[in-house]
């Protein structure tokens, strides 16, 4: 691997969403065909693996929970150029015409369970004319566009974006490897992963002041202001992140960085590293260095354990990817940053859930966990091998998490 490999992939996976990454790739597919239909359609029929539907959530800004909505609003807003942030800012002209959509023309949405990753295709049909768009391996990812029969876009089947994934899925790439890779990359490179940590934390910022979804950042915000909790590494770690949680959460129609393919991923591998940078007081190419590390080794695990439904109530990628970071913000050596992830697994593996409406409660956990494990590590605490999940190497570790 070197670091344009790295980069390409930190490209294609770290992308700004507003609302379910999910439902905002439905909807990306439906604006492309729309979009080659001239915006016309009578029938929008979309086809996507059990994966994706169970994974997507409600759409921003709508109080609306279900795909079709998605389908109908990407083919009536017809911007392909927004990716992920299609759903960004519905006017009530759109929601008003989606639902009129909805009721005047056939639109369905059907599984199939014979697909594996990530795999949507949408089908619009005006008259005689019909377009079929698919998506697949990453939420932005078209590997083909036809119109009538005909192809107006094709890419390889086993395209670039394949490519790029396949390497952190063979055996050859070892954590210790992609760390020494960002090390030596020009941090200006790596600049743009700044522009999430701003994303993220506007986010927070927004749900503390609003007291948004559960309130939780606000009520840590609170006994912070109080002195009950001290304002320390692990509480603003905790408070962030979670804020930023309540705020996705919410239904409003606010931008999030996130990490292959989850929202909750994104702000579990960028707050908490962002946390422990500022209370240590670390330079902004330090900060863009170990961003890079944090969403590297999430995507390597997301990557290895793609088949699993995604962890919603312990994103065990990302909180290891962050404490990662973490202990290499605090001059960590290679042996601390293996054990800060063997903390993480022995302690969140236990937790691994499929509930998307707590995952704010349990991404404050994540959080602390991630910077918790990180400082054990460093004064050499580690959870002993063969302790459920945790094994001599972390590659080996991932290779456990996903059987």
């Known amino acids: 691997m070197n ?20 439902a905002g790739a439905i909807a990306l597919a439906a604006a492309y065909a729309s979009e080659t239909l001239g915006g016309r359609f009578d029938s929008i ?11 997507a959530a409600a759409i921003p800004g709508t109080k609306e929970a279900n795909l079709e909505v998605a389908a109908v609003l990407g083919a009536i807003k017809r911007q392909p150029e927004k990716q992920l ?25 059907s599984i199939d369970d014979s697909k594996n ?3 949507i295709e949408a089908y619009l049909r005006f008259g005689h004319e019909e377009c079929h768009v698919i998506i697949k391996d990453t939420h932005t990812n078209v590997v083909s566009i036809t119109k009538n029969g005909q192809f107006i876009f094709k890419q390889d089947a086993s395209g670039e974006t394949a490519k790029e994934r396949a390497v952190f899925q063979g055996d050859e790439i070892r954590i210790a490897d992609m760390i020494s890779i ?34 939780i950042g606000a009520f840590f915000h ?10 320390d590494i692990v509480n603003y770690a905790k408070m962030l992140t979670v804020a930023a949680a309540d705020a996705y959460l919410s239904g409003e129609s606010i931008k999030i960085m996130s990490c292959a393919g989850s929202a909750n991923y994104g702000i579990a591998a960028i707050l908490p590293v962002y946390a422990a940078g500022k209370k240590i007081g670390v ?9 890079a590390i944090s969403l590297g080794i999430t995507i390597y695990i997301k990557v290895r354990t793609d088949h699993l439904p995604t962890l919603y109530g312990c994103p065990v990628a990302a ?5 990662a970071a973490i202990t290499w913000l605090r001059n960590g050596d290679g042996r601390m940053i293996a054990n800060s992830m063997k903390n993480v697994f022995g302690n969140l593996t236990g937790m691994i859930g499929h509930n998307s409406t707590k995952c704010g409660i349990n991404l404050s956990i994540a959080a602390a966990v991630a910077v918790e494990s990180s400082l054990m590590a460093q004064y050499h605490i580690a959870v002993p091998l063969h302790n459920g999940m945790t094994d001599s190497t972390i590659e080996q570790m991932i290779k456990n998490l996903a059987q």
């Open 319 to 323: 909180v290891s990817g962050a404490s």
């Open 117 to 119: 990753g990530l795999w």
């Open 222 to 231: 609170s006994l912070i202001a109080e002195g009950v909790l001290s304002d």
């Open 3 to 22: 670091y344009n490999l790295l980069l390409n992939i930190l490209k294609a996976e770290v992308l700004p969403t507003v609302g379910s990454p999910d």
């Open 182 to 215: 960002v090390e030596k990359m020009p941090w200006y490179e790596m600049e743009f992963l700044l522009d999430g940590v701003e994303m993220n934390c506007f986010a927070a910022e927004i749900g503390i002041a609003k007291k948004m979804g559960l309130g």
């Open 45 to 55: 029929s979309i086809s996507v693996n059990a994966k994706v539907y169970t994974d």
């Open 85 to 109: 942030s299609i759903l960004a800012s519905i006017t009530d002209e759109e929601l008003d015409q989606g639902k009129n959509a909805l009721k005047q023309k056939d639109v369905t949405i």
């Open 283 to 291: 330079s902004k190419e330090q900060l863009a260095r170990a961003i």
